[in-house]
């Protein structure tokens, strides 16, 4: 998968929204304000993508277990996120539904009022 992709991929989601929030090279994906995605354009630029995604605890566990290219997450809680290497032995198919599986987790977290909100957005 390219950057392109993956960032029209994150954005096509109901109510996400692009952010910089650490600094000008880390790409944030946010829904109803809570980061769902995240991921280094530098590391996209050498050939080294690798995306920060929020995943269910057991689920992370068999995950890494599976593949060598999901990691416990850089510089986040190990418990809940999972750092993939793009590119390497996870499908770009595969990888679109651990995106869809982050941010539906974090879609769940949200107030039912938000939740209500984002769903009767137009995308």
């Not at 651990?98 to 949200?110: P, Q």
Request: net charge negative.
């Amino acid at each position: 998968m390219n950057l392109e992709t993956y960032y029209e991929y994150c954005l096509s989601k109901k109510g996400v929204t692009e952010h910089f929030p650490f600094d000008e090279d880390t790409l944030v994906f946010k829904v109803g304000g809570k980061i769902f995605a995240l991921s280094s354009l530098n590391q996209w630029e050498k050939g080294q993508p690798a995306v920060n995604l929020k995943c269910d605890p057991e689920r992370a566990q068999e995950l890494r277990a599976e593949y060598d290219a999901i990691q416990p997450g850089f510089h986040m809680n190990k418990m809940h996120w999972n750092t993939i290497a793009v590119n390497r032995d996870v499908q770009d198919a595969f990888f679109k539904e651990l995106i869809d599986h982050s941010y539906k987790l974090v879609f769940k977290s949200l107030t039912k009022k938000m939740q209500s909100e984002i769903q009767e957005l137009e995308n």
